[in-house]
């Protein structure tokens, strides 16, 4: 089975320099989605016929239990004779039910996740006619994962969606930075992000710096063609003056990778530094946000599908020189 994990104010200076906010008509594109609560399903099985609550659970589910079970909570095959008592132990753990509880609050009226859903799906199907929509699930894992995958559906753990005050994140130590992509709004963006790293290759010619932030923007440029009227906020998981200050610094951000002659570096240490999660970004300052450098292949992207109109999502996608994407788009900070 394949399976993929991931771990998926001031309006007028959010406006792109690529307008994607009104994207392409779908109103015409039929898409029809159920997302199914599995964590509910499951929670609320009668143990005192646990045997016979799993039956019509995996009934219901199929494959999907197996992959829940193996890969996901980790507990082993429904078909082994131990699997009962050791889902009930798994439900029964004490910071499991307050984390149930906690869920199902929040979850159990989904009415909007599935408009967005059905809606990112329509621009799914718009720009791949061909491609099959997936089953989406909605299931606990005790914080193992956030979202997980195969080729016929896409399963999201919803506990790590309550809110970025949520307090099992306190308990948890998750630094902060990282609960702003906690949130219930992020929950959709999470899902069509899985869609693009589980169904397209985002490998790029070469392994430089440059190379890896058009890389991961052209992820996020993928999301936002998804999820046309999604706040820049939400794509990057920034707070409002984090993202202004990715707009006002531009040009620094450019100048800087310039002059220290970073763009074409292949040091592995030094892209963590630009690419990977933290607080802010090294070589820019306590005071930017963390990955400040994808914002800035993001950029970099925008002019590139500025000047080339031709160009559709898919050709963006195939294009696996970044030096050429940046040669192209003809960018000026």
Not at 31 to 59: G, N, R, T, Y
Not at 178 to 193: A, N
Not at 223 to 236: A, I, Q, R, S, W
Request: aromatic residues 14%; hydrophobic residues 35%.
């Amino acid at each position: 089975m394949k399976k993929l994990l991931f771990l998926v104010s001031t309006i007028a200076l959010f406006i792109t320099a690529c307008d994607f906010s009104k994207g392409p008509d779908v109103s015409h594109i039929d898409v029809e989605l159920d997302p199914q609560l599995f964590f509910i399903d499951l929670f609320e099985m009668d143990e005192a016929h646990l045997e016979k609550e799993i039956e019509k659970l995996h009934q219901k589910y199929g494959s999907y239990l197996d992959a829940y079970s193996q890969q996901i909570i980790r507990i082993g095959s429904p078909e082994n004779p131990r699997y009962p008592a050791l889902m009930k132990e798994f439900l029964n753990y004490g910071d499991n039910q307050d984390v149930y509880k906690a869920c199902k609050k929040q979850y159990e009226d989904i009415d909007e996740i599935k408009e967005d859903l059905t809606d990112a799906f329509k621009h799914y199907k718009y720009y791949f006619n061909d491609a099959k929509i997936p089953e989406i699930y909605l299931h606990t894992s005790y914080f193992n994962e956030s979202v997980a995958m195969d080729s016929s559906w896409v399963s999201v753990s919803v506990e790590k969606y309550l809110g970025a005050d949520c307090e099992f994140y306190e308990w948890l130590g998750t630094h902060k930075y990282m609960r702003k992509g906690m949130v219930p709004e992020k929950l959709v963006p999470d899902v069509m992000k899985a869609m693009a790293l589980g169904n397209f290759s985002f490998q790029m010619k070469n392994e430089d710096i440059l190379s890896e932030v058009i890389s991961e923007a052209k992820v996020l440029h993928f999301v936002k063609h998804m999820m046309p009227e999604l706040n820049d906020t939400l794509l990057f998981d920034y707070s409002d003056e984090q993202m202004r200050w990715c707009y006002n610094h531009e040009g620094d951000i450019w100048a800087s990778m310039v002059e220290q002659k970073h763009l074409f570096s292949s040091e592995r240490m030094m892209i963590q530094k630009y690419v990977g999660n933290s607080p802010f970004t090294y070589y820019f300052g306590q005071n930017s946000p963390g990955k400040a450098a994808v914002f800035l292949g993001y950029r970099i992207i925008e002019a590139y599908l500025k000047n080339n109109p031709e160009l559709q999502l898919e050709d963006l996608i195939k294009e696996q020189d970044g030096h050429k994407i940046l040669q192209e788009s003809r960018y000026r900070p």
